[in-house]
């Protein structure tokens, strides 16, 4: 039998003609995990093919076909489907837009795997091998992380990557903010590897600079120390996602530091504290924003910090003010979204009620292009607004002022920097969303529902 796993890609970053080179991607992990769990003695033949790195070959011979998919790939991956399936080859589709809106996923499919996959996913293969394969698999509801196969990294070539060394402790977040996938598609629990189980898939890696992908390792502050405590004799250094709330935390920054973190992803998100209580991430706090990073600088720990435009009290003032505020900041690496209305979260259903989504074009959603109405400014200047934040941001003169204060190492930060300058650059030819400007009316009855006081843009287009 042999099974062949493929990670779609959309426009924006995709290996032919998308965004990005090699710099800024690292190996991904899912892939890798499921071909792990692959059942032994199903003696399987394993391929597996990241559209990132690499062009998915249609002709490709396989006995099935295996796909994760986000929603700003799933157009890419139903289109893949049906080509296969046209073939003859029987196609599985799984990730979190499959677990968000199952239904939509489902006809594109012979079986579709709901929520996380550790046991539906060998349980499937097993029933194909059987001939009695069905339509879908929900996560099973004893699920654990513990005792797992270490992901099979060698599936997949190093040198298309900046690293390979990427590894996850635990899954999910106890918060819920209203743009997040992650309460809408697994809810607030969290999913917890043995600590002694991430050391030990460190230790037989062997490599000293590695990279956490969890979506909050102080979602659990005990485990976080334990896991912090245990990385300390291993010598390596790491970096990973953490709220905003972790820099607060003195006892747990100094262990983090002492176990070798040198850089953090934070989710600053707004400079607005009524645009952080709209989303439900009021614990933020744009105040506390420089006194972060002068913390985490102290510490030896550079920042990459997200910032969200498109909230109900966002104007057209938010961009550069936002942009200058980072230079002065001097925050390491800043990145910049459109906000998305996921499927399946809460925000989506707050705007689809307000009949405020624009289009339902999946592509279109990779936080980079508008997909509904913006309350108080147009599409186009939501738009081109975001653009005008990452060029001033990663200007020369602005990087080159952010960057005195990094603790990273110039050639790395700079590097880093000049990646998201040519980001900032291109981002332009990739704007497609002047296909649906004129259709949206026609889909449909665009009247939104907002606050007398949150006049609406009454310019539609992109």
């Known amino acids: 039998m042999k099974i062949v796993l493929i990670s779609p890609k959309g426009p924006l970053y995709r290996y032919r003609g998308g965004i990005f080179g090699r710099a800024l991607r690292y190996k991904p992990l899912t892939l890798t995990t499921l071909a792990a769990l692959i059942p032994s003695e199903l003696n399987a033949e394993i391929e597996l093919v990241d559209e990132g790195i690499e062009d998915v070959p249609l002709d490709i011979k396989a006995d099935l076909i295996g796909m994760t998919v986000i929603t700003g790939t799933s157009r890419r991956a139903y289109e893949l ?72 990294r060698g599936l997949l070539p190093s040198s298309r990557y900046i690293t390979d060394a990427v590894f996850e402790a635990q899954r999910g977040c106890l918060h819920e903010c209203e743009f997040c996938v992650v309460p809408a598609a697994w809810g607030r629990r969290l999913y917890q590897k043995p600590v002694a189980d991430v050391v030990a898939d460190i230790r037989q890696h062997g490599k000293r600079h590695i990279l956490f992908v969890d979506l909050n390792l102080y979602a659990d502050r005990a485990y976080a120390r334990e896991l912090f405590e245990a990385l300390v004799p291993l010598r390596v250094q790491w970096h990973g996602l953490v709220t905003t709330l972790f820099a607060n935390d003195t006892p747990l920054l100094e262990l983090a530091a002492r176990s070798g973190c040198r850089g953090v992803l934070m989710g600053f998100e707004s400079i607005s504290q009524e645009s952080l209580r709209d989303c439900k991430k009021g614990f933020n706090s744009p105040g506390d924003y420089v006194r972060i990073v002068e913390r985490l600088h102290a510490y030896g720990i550079a920042l990459n910090a997200c910032f969200v435009f498109g909230a109900d009290h966002d104007t057209t003032e938010v961009f550069l003010k936002t942009a200058q505020f980072a230079v002065d900041a001097k925050i390491d690496l ?111 009855n665009l009247s939104p529902t907002i606050p007398s006081s949150q006049p609406v843009a009454t310019k539609v287009s992109a």
């Open 334 to 444: 800043p990145r910049f979204a459109i906000e998305t209305p996921f499927p399946g979260t809460a925000l989506y259903r707050r705007l689809d009620s307000e009949r405020r989504i624009l289009t339902r074009n999946w592509e279109l959603y990779d936080a980079q292009h508008v997909v509904f109405q913006p309350a108080r400014m147009s599409v186009d200047e939501l738009q081109q607004g975001t653009e005008a934040a990452w060029k001033h941001t990663y200007r020369l003169g602005s990087i080159a002022k952010r960057l005195r204060a990094s603790p990273m190492l110039p050639p790395i930060i700079w590097a880093a920097n000049l990646t998201y300058r040519r980001y900032a650059h291109n981002l332009h030819r990739f704007y497609t969303c002047d296909w649906f400007a004129g259709v949206a009316n026609r889909w449909y």
């Open 81 to 152: 489907a049906r080509h296969f399936r046209q073939r003859g080859i029987p196609v599985v589709l799984g990730g979190p837009h499959v677990t968000l809106i199952p239904d939509d996923a489902q006809s594109q499919a012979d079986a579709i795997v709901v929520g996380y996959a550790e046991d539906t996913w060998p349980e499937l293969l097993r029933d194909f091998a059987r001939g009695q394969l069905r339509s879908r698999y929900d996560q099973a509801p004893s699920l654990s992380l513990a005792n797992r196969p270490f992901p099979r």
